[in-house]
């Protein structure tokens, strides 16, 4: 059985606004998370990525941004002494950026924060895995 272009447009457009619904609830969840610990959306997402030192080039790409704006998320988790900047060990034009204790104390109250009431958490593990599996599928097919 075939199923017509419209059929396809709509159930396109249906899973698209629920894909689009879900990314916004998650951004609602981590900037409300956020903002109970005195952080922006960017710099929780910063600190959330940072599950050990990285460059800036690597964060941007876990943050799915530019570098220049992981830049500035990270210049300000900088001043306020939860990240600090390393010569990296290899590469002399990259600094890598690591937790301080303090930045690895609130990435934990974050982490916490972040799993209570979470968009996804009505979701099984198994039904989280099935999802980021298809996710995945339908990223690596663009």
Do not use: W, Y
Not at 33 to 58: C, D, I, V, W, Y
Not at 64 to 84: I, R
Not at 106 to 121: A, F
Request: glycine share 4%; with cysteine; net charge neutral.
């Amino acid at each position: 059985m075939t199923t017509s272009p419209d059929a396809r447009a709509t159930a396109e457009r249906q899973l698209c606004g629920l894909v689009n619904g879900l990314a916004q609830q998650i951004a609602q969840h981590v900037q409300a998370r956020a903002a109970t610990l005195g952080l922006t959306a960017p710099q929780a997402t910063a600190l959330r990525e940072m599950s050990g030192p990285l460059t800036m080039r690597e964060l941007a790409e876990r943050m799915s941004c530019e570098p220049s704006n992981a830049t500035f998320v990270v210049d300000k988790l900088e001043k306020q002494g939860l990240v600090e900047r390393h010569a990296h060990p290899t590469d002399r034009r990259a600094k890598r950026i690591s937790l301080t204790p303090e930045g690895a104390a609130l990435r934990e109250r974050l982490l916490d924060l972040l799993s209570e009431h979470s968009p996804l958490g009505a979701l099984s593990a198994e039904q989280q895995s099935v999802l980021h599996d298809l996710l995945r599928q339908a990223l690596v097919r663009n």
